[in-house]
């Protein structure tokens, strides 16, 4: 899968991705994030990107023309075989809710991704009308910019895309996941070596080899601790399923057509929930 990161901050994504599974899975082809600077994209000598806001006000706003010239050449430059497979994302403040399922949906769809990263006030309002698929919000909080929202959106989809993870089914078994220990739940707590430590002793039913019992066991403890932290996950509160992604509209931004999605589905087609009914209980190998 390619990443594009649309941002006038490119050096800030030397960190983010440079370690850990997203780092391997780069290296191994898996997966591909290419960072784009939008001044590449200005016209004038001074490289400006911005501009005062009508109507008044403090700050400054992002000027469309660059975004879309940037974002239309990009996409023009996506694989020759189909050139719609790209989803345009305004990443916002304002945007809809960024979650686990709506990663899911991303990594399954398997389209090229191009996050586009605003700053100061925000982005003139013809980018998410006339030029963007979705305009996301990784949570109820204002970032400065949208350079961080987009490394979590990326690390976050990354993980789900086959073969990223050490373990292929370790993804299934996150919290939030509807394949792993319940519908939505938290992960079940883990444990490692010391078996005892300053006197704390991991639970006995970890230690005893008997699969079936572990199994129950995680179960058991991801659905007290989902209960105990975030009664808002458990069956009895949840809300409805989110809906799918939104379709890009014909003309909405050109060559931007995309292909259905798959049936409202919770989970990537791309990996299968681990079986609970044979074989060693799941661990996560990453890192
Ligand atoms: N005035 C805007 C508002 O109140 O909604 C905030 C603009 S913010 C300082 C600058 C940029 O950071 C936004 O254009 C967006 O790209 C990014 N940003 C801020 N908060 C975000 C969030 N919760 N999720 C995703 N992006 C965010």
Redesign the pocket.
Known sequence: MIFHVLTIFPEFFEGPFAHGVVKRAQDAGILEIRIHNLRDWTNDRHQTVDDRPFGGGEGMV?KPEPIFRAVESIVARAPAANPARCRVV??????RLFHQTVANQLAAENRELLLI???????DERVAEHLADDE???????????EL?AAVVIDTVARLLPGVLGNETSAAFDSFQDSGHGEGLLDCPHWTRPAEFRGWKVPEVLLNGNHQEIRRFRREAALEKTTRLRPDLTAASRPAPAPQLPVPQAGASPGLTAPALSPASHEPASYQPASRAEGPPQGKIEN
């Not at 305004?90 to 945007?95: D, E």
């Not at 990263?117 to 982005?123: A, F, K, N, Q």
């Not at 996301?136 to 949208?146: E, P």
Request: some cysteine; aromatic content about 8%; charged content about 10%.
């Open positions: 992002l305004l990443l916002s403040a304002q945007g990263c605003g700053r100061y006030e925000g982005v996301i919000s990784i949570g109820n909080y204002v970032l400065s910019g949208g929202a």
